[in-house]
Structures are given as C-alpha cells and as structure tokens.
C-alpha cells in the first residue's frame, strides 16, 4: 500500500531506540523526512545513519524533549512538521503508597505536559496547512492499570482526556490526533521491567519473561517494527478518518470486548 506521505516532514520524539525508533523506521520507509530526537548521541546517531539508508533525510537533535530547552531545539531543527510523533521515556514502577508530589511533577511533566507542549507548537501550522498527523504513544495502561505504574496510569490518563477534546478541534482541519497504547514490546523497557520481576521474585530474567507471556494472549511480546508500522498507517494519507482513538496494541492482553 502507499501511504502516500512521502516527502512529508516529521518530528519523531525518543526516536532512538525501542518503539521511537520503530515509528522513526516504518515512516523513513515511506519516504517521510525526519528530525529524531534522544538524550544520548551516540545511539541517536547510530540509529540516524541507519535511517538514511531508505533514502530520506535525517536530522539529530540530542536533547531532554521533557525540557523547553529541548523542545525549542527539536522545533527550531522541524518549525514546520506535517507529522509529530510524541513519545519520551515512562516513568519508574513503584508502589502507590511511595509517590511524592514531586515524582507526579515529574511523570506529568514527561508524559503529558511535554507532547501538549508540543502539539500546542505544531497544531497551528498543520491546521493553517490543511494537513496533520499527530501520534501519542502512550501505554495499555490507559485501559487496564498496571498496578505498579501509578505514576504512567495517571499521568497518561490525562494525556488521553486533552488528546479526546483536542482532536475533534482540529480534525475540522484536515488534522488528526490518535494515541496508540502498546502492551509488552521487545525493547529496553520491557528489560527493565522484567529485571525488576527477576529481583522482586528472586528468579531468573527468562523464567521473569515466560511469566509476562503467559498472560499474553499472543504468547510473546510485541516487536518495535509491527509498532511502527501500525504508526505510519495512522501518520498515513490513508488514516484521515481515524480521529481522537485509542489503538491498542498488546497481543490480546487487556481483557475487554471493547
Ligand atoms: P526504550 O526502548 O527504553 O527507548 C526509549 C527511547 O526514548 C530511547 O531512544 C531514549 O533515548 C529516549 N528517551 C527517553 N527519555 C527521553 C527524554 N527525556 N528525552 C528524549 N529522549 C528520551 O523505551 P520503549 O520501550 O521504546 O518505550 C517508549 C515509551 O512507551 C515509554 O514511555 C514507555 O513507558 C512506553 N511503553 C513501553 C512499553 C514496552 O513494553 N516497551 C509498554 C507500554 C508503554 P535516551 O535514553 O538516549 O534519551
């Protein structure tokens, strides 16, 4: 199929590694142009120089996206986009008694003051151009709880309530907003989280893993490449109907008929 973006411009958030990367990855094979963004340069630009090789340009900025000063960059490398794809790193697990006000600060500062921040920024311009794709990952979380995620459940429910009244405001202008909401996936997150199992429980990273699958309908976990792919479809010409939703994508693991 062709998603009939090429050309386009996109910012992709925390596009270093993991699900970023694997968004970064299927729109560069659309042909879309990118700015990515990471703290660290060296894995930035490592996955830049790969990124290349479908032929597209590919610019770096290496900075904190959860600060201004890193969002001014990024907007200053892309004043433009026609594609913005938010993402940046979930907070630490925990219990809910361990929470201080200052780690929400923090968790609502990372995972949804900072991709309002940057819609606020790049809305207008999709809006005056007719055309837009905004991307939120956010997590299963906003369906289901992960009960030692208080910090992700919460912050990210508030992401998802401005991103429903949000997008029914711009869709008028050729404009979309959608969040895709992964489950488990292959990447270094899911390693910290299943190390965290390992310690808790005492056993061994693959016995902390073949548990987490069990409970997964589809028996494994999820790769950044069918994430990224399932975010250039909505990034695509061909998603403009597919307004304010929250796609799940998780292998069956949230139990619910809808
Ligand atoms: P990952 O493999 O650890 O990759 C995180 C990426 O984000 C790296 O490129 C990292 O590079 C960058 N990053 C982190 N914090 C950043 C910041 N403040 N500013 C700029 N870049 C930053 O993580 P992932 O698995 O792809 O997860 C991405 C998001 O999805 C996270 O919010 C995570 O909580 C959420 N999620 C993941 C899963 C899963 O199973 N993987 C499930 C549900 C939700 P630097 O470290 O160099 O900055």
Request: net charge negative; charged share 20%.
């Amino acid at each position: 199929m062709d998603l009939g973006i090429s050309g386009k411009k996109a910012i992709i958030c925390a596009g270093s590694k993991g699900l970023g990367r694997g968004c970064a990855q299927a729109l560069a094979e659309a042909g879309v142009n990118l700015v990515i963004n990471a703290r660290s340069s060296g894995p930035l630009e490592e996955t830049a120089e790969a990124l290349r090789g479908f032929g597209v340009s590919v610019t770096t900025v290496a900075a904190d996206i959860t600060s201004q000063e890193g969002r001014n960059a990024v907007l200053a490398a892309c004043p433009a986009p026609d594609i913005l794809v938010n993402n940046a790193g979930g907070p630490p697990p925990g219990m809910w008694s361990d929470w201080e006000r200052e780690d929400f600060i923090a968790a609502l500062d990372a995972n949804m003051l900072t991709p309002i921040a940057l819609m606020k920024a790049c809305l207008p311009g999709m809006m005056e151009r007719g055309w837009g794709r905004v991307v939120n990952i956010t997590s299963q979380s906003v369906k289901s709880p992960i009960p030692v995620l208080g910090l992700s459940n919460a912050a990210r429910a508030g992401l998802t309530g401005y991103v429903a009244g949000t997008a029914r405001q711009v869709a008028p202008h050729g404009v979309t907003i959608n969040n895709l909401l992964p489950g488990i996936h292959d990447t270094d997150r899911a390693t910290a989280l299943d190390s965290g199992v390992s310690r808790a429980e005492n056993i061994s990273m693959e016995d902390a893993r073949a548990k987490r699958e069990a409970t997964i309908p589809a028996r494994r976990y999820g790769t950044s490449e069918e994430f990224g792919a399932m975010c250039a479809f909505l990034c695509s010409e061909r998603a403009g109907f597919i307004v304010g939703q929250n796609i799940l994508l998780d292998g069956g693991a949230v139990n619910a008929t809808l």
